[in-house]
């Protein structure tokens, strides 16, 4: 997983977003930095869920917010549009992110619980100035009846009255009310039932197709992942390991992580024999991270090559890249 | 088979500020001695309710309760809080979801663990100090001297949850609650901790009460399911029969809203429409029926009572899936 390179970017104008050698360090004190994300490229094409998968850890959340300028990272570059994100003025970076949104993991508090729920829609509308009252209005309840929700029941109530999966659905309301091109995903099911997951993944797939809207996804679940996304990247220690469609990535993972990954899923039938061979143990400090490839210490097919070399992103099969010395046969 | 736990007609009533809130109606369940029994529903099913009111937890002046709980010979429910808590450590354990919070903040993790060890066993301060190095080892932690010595703050989720799991097993419990015990952990540590109950219950000759939402827990991991909804056992059999064989369409619909591996992607996920009834109004019929895709008239109206097939499956509906209507 040292996964550095540049082979799977498609370098084409279809291109929302691209990221290129994106680097972001954390000091924690004098002599100790967090290497949450090293040198990661990748791109992300209009109308495309790209699904961003790792550990808690690995760094999928910090690369979410790095494209965001949140912190901005320390080097690299995110290009937006056509525009470089982290050359931009402030203001002018203010006004970028209006077309990308965020969707975060706990939909309760990532709420106000002071503001009622007319608030939180009208709040952005506000801040930008989008038409009169009434027609900021007519806005709010146009995009309550997108998620699902009744206007007049919810308007004047607060977080606190609603349950995780209804709090989802304000927030993509909230995440839509702009018109974004972009919303990014931080999690956005891991909190909820299996049953209101399911009705959260199709609101987004729905609201994804309806609006044209470009995804970011990011989950620690290959299962939810499978359902929404047209393109996976397996992070590990702020590395990719493998980039793939789903199609190709779930049938024949390249990656010893990957496919310790796709082991770990539990599966709904007692019938069916259970991977034995599980992933063991942690992920290695991101302060100290291992040499070479950052895998290597808890994969079964590690050499002296991985210790000494990164391994660079290469296509092994068409539109699958893998970062690894001895990938998968 | 024995039981080793026994529930019958339990019922567990909050009184609320909305009126008094039906959290458990009438469930009747066994846990044989050595099984593991998953107990599966959404949020607000009542399966937490259930497994601490199964041990005694629930004594609070506003909850009412009626039926009573046999646990290996004793009758907790007609036990005063002091003697159902000496069967705590020896004879029911528990495991909670989170493992974050579960743990004391401010005392070492050596501490907290040889704490049992010294009140339930009587062992002395070095002893129990010694006990729990083994413990944490038999849990796979590395390094268990260095652990001994740190902090919850200082350990990951998974380590937490192993260290839960030292201290649930470490006076050799008959019974281990495990509720919803790998909820708020990454899918290779869930896997792992997964791993290591099913290994530790061979060892220990330990039975198991797993609490969970996700049916792809359920599967490898017990023998019998219970299938909670709305307070109530819907669907009760063996593991391998209920997913061989469902009979309640709530099961079938809790099953096919997980997104699974081997799903063709980009395909939409089905769902249960809808959330579950109000607690404080349960109406007259099937609590499932305003969200059954196969709900009658009879369903609105009538309530259901539990069925039995000739070969023990039991469950809560009018039209079963599979019968001739």
Redesign the interface.
Known sequence: MAGSGTAHLRNTVDAVLTARDLTVEFRISKDKIVKAVSGLSFDVIKGETLAIVG???CGKTTLARAVLQLPPPNSGEVVFDGTDLTQLPKENLRSARTSMQMIFQDPISSLDPRMTVHQLIDEPLEIWDRGTRAERDERINTLLNNVGLEPELVLNRRSYEF???QCQRISIARALALDPRMLICDEPVSAL???????I??LL?DMKDRFGLTMIFIS?????V?????RVMVMYLGKICEVAA??VL?AKPAHHYTK?????????????Q?ATE?????PPSPMNPPSGCRFRTRCAAASALCADQEPQLREVTPGQFVACHHPVA | MSSLLSVKDMSINFDTPRGSLEAVRGVDIEIPAGMSVGIVGESGSGKTVMCRAAMGLLQGSNVKRSGTVVFDGHELTAMTKEQVRDLFGSGMAMIFQDPMTALNPVRRIGSQLSEGLRLRLGMSKADALARSKELLELVRIPNAAAVMKSFPYQLSGGMRQRVMIAIAIACNPKLLFADEPTTALDVTVQAQILQLLRELREDLKMSMVLVTHDLGVVAGNTDYVAVMYAGEIVEYAPTTKLFADMRMPYTKALLESIPKIDHKSGTRLDVIEGRLPNPTDRGAGCSFAPRCKFAKEKCHEEHPELKRDPDGHLYRCWFPIGEAL
């Open positions: 550990e808690s850890g349950s995780g999966g039932d299996v049953s209101i997951q399911a009705q993944l199709n797939q620690h679940d290959l299962a939810v499978k359902a929404v996304s047209n789903p199609e779930y310790a990954l796709l082991n770990s899923v539990p599966i709904a039938d007692p019938t069916r259970r599980l992933l063991q143990g942690e």
